[in-house]
Structure formats: C-alpha cells, structure tokens
C-alpha cells in the first residue's frame, strides 16, 4: 500500500508497505527495523516477534521514545510481558499490531508531533 505525505521533510515517514518492504520517505528496506521522527536503524535484527529480546528493545529505547509501537510482522502476537517490561518500567506507553497497523499507526502519532518510535517486524 502506498501512502501520500506533502511534506517529507518533516521526519521520517512510511510512504508504503507490503508484504516484504517497508518504504520511508520513498526508499524500500527488505529488513526489520526501527523509525523515528528524526532517525531510523535498518539493522535491528528481528525477523519474528519470538525473537524479541532485551538487546532489541534497548535499541528501542535508544531512541528516547514518548511511546514505542512494535509491529509484530503479518498478524498480531502479544510476546510475554517480561521481554517489553523495561519499556513499562520507564512509563513509556507501549502497544503492539501487526506491522501494516503499526506502519499506519507510527504515520499518524509522528504527524501530530508525538515522540513515537516503532519497531517494525519484516
């Protein structure tokens, strides 16, 4: 699915996703990775939410998020609340859905100025 942005320059945008491919500001990845507003790590290194582990959201955390959304690739999985509990223990508000939600979801909290980091599972 594409998506339209008037102004790229804003931060970094999912202008399109599929099945494979998450595009920001136009330039497709193949791999997972994790986007802000004003940065993003292609090398994240997750390729199934059953992967996920404390180095991964340290990456997340890295980033300094207001909120942190993790798409967790075709459909949505819950992982055990142990592996996302440092993302709690800071008051960071944390959700999960499935990677073309998250995609939507990053695009619109990032449009309205809000800290949103999401970690994005290819």
């Given at each position: 699915?594409?998506?339209?942005?008037?102004?790229?320059?804003?931060?970094y945008?999912?202008?399109?996703?599929?099945?494979?491919?998450i595009?920001?500001?136009?330039?497709?990845?193949?791999?997972?990775?994790?986007?802000?507003?004003?940065?993003?790590?292609?090398?994240?290194g997750?390729?199934?939410?059953?992967?996920?582990?404390?180095?991964?959201?340290?990456?997340?955390?890295?980033f300094?998020?207001?909120?942190?959304?993790?798409?967790?690739?075709?459909?949505?999985?819950?992982?055990?609340?142990?592996?996302?509990?440092?993302?709690?223990?800071?008051?960071?508000g944390?959700d999960f859905?499935?990677?073309?939600?998250?995609?939507?979801?990053?695009?619109?909290?990032?449009?309205?100025?809000?800290?949103?980091v999401?970690?994005l599972?290819?």
């Amino acid at each position: 699915m594409k998506f339209a942005q008037e102004n790229q320059d804003e931060g970094y945008v999912v202008t399109a996703y599929g099945e494979n491919t998450i595009s920001l500001n136009g330039k497709a990845f193949e791999r997972s990775l994790i986007v802000a507003s004003t940065e993003f790590s292609e090398d994240w290194g997750v390729t199934s939410i059953d992967q996920l582990a404390d180095e991964h959201i340290a990456q997340i955390l890295s980033f300094e998020p207001e909120l942190v959304i993790i798409g967790t690739g075709s459909k949505l999985i819950f992982p055990p609340v142990e592996v996302y509990a440092a993302i709690i223990k800071q008051g960071i508000g944390v959700d999960f859905m499935d990677t073309h939600a998250a995609c939507r979801t990053y695009n619109i909290l990032m449009s309205e100025g809000r800290g949103v980091v999401a970690g994005l599972i290819l």
